[in-house]
């Protein structure tokens, strides 16, 4: 198994363009979330979703869109990137979200820098 | 306010020896999930210990144990027999039954030397 895998791992974006990040999992799982992490800091959660077709802000919702047409793939959007969504971003997955015991499990991460 | 407090930036240790990574918390739910996971340098997160707060005994995971004590609010990961491929960055993380974000530390790095 595969886990979960994000595309692309790097990017280099100018001011003002757009991208669309790719996260897919094959474990079947219904929650999916995306995170960013900056330098000496931990992880915040950008939006989440608890299944195919619904999405919700997390703690850093603002400059981002996201799409879960399909329940393995959970899509993050810049309409307009900024230097401040320089980051790197990381995308998870957990079998359920219903217990706070339930794991996340991370992708590789996608390393992007904006101009 | 910070829900979770790793205030160790770095930490040595030798091969073959334990070394113990503090993480406390802070929170007034009373069922919540205590995380550990480790960042390489390669970049990835990689799960390897949870703790229920209800749960009585310590989680272990092969070397990783997680010395959970409840009313001191900390969640210490304990690693055995270190290895240098233990060394990475190791960071808590917590979440609350009344979200579903996990609240992460700033991280311990830990170098293990021969």
């Known amino acids: 198994n595969a886990g979960v895998t994000q595309t692309p791992k790097f990017r280099v974006l100018k001011t003002g363009q757009s991208m669309t990040l790719l996260c897919a999992q094959d474990m079947n799982h219904e929650y999916m979330y995306w995170y960013r992490q900056d330098p000496g800091m931990g992880l915040r959660l950008i939006h989440y979703?608890?299944?195919?077709?619904?999405?919700a802000k997390g703690e850093v919702p603002d400059g981002y869109n996201v799409s879960r047409l399909k329940k393995q793939n959970f899509l993050l959007g810049l309409e307009s990137a900024a230097p401040s969504q320089t980051s790197v971003y990381f995308c998870?997955?957990?079998?359920?979200?219903?217990?706070?015991?339930?794991?996340?499990?991370f992708g590789p991460g996608t390393r992007l820098t904006v101009l | 306010a910070q829900k979770i407090t790793q205030t160790q930036p770095g930490m040595f240790v030798q091969e073959k020896e334990a070394v113990t990574l503090d993480c406390t918390y802070d929170t007034s739910d009373p069922s919540y999930g205590l995380f550990w996971y480790k960042q390489p340098s390669s970049g990835e997160m990689i799960f390897l210990i949870y703790q229920g707060s209800y749960d009585q005994q310590n989680a272990t995971e092969g070397r990783y144990s997680l010395n959970f004590q409840k009313a001191r609010k900390s969640a210490n990961l304990v690693i055995s027999a270190s290895q240098l491929g233990d060394s990475a960055m190791y960071f808590c993380a917590m979440r609350e039954n009344s979200g579903y974000a996990l609240n992460f530390g700033k991280g311990t790095s830990l170098l293990v030397t021969p």
């Open positions: 998870a997955s957990g079998y359920s979200g219903t217990e706070p015991t339930d794991t996340q499990y």
């Open positions: 979703s608890v299944g195919e077709g619904t999405t």
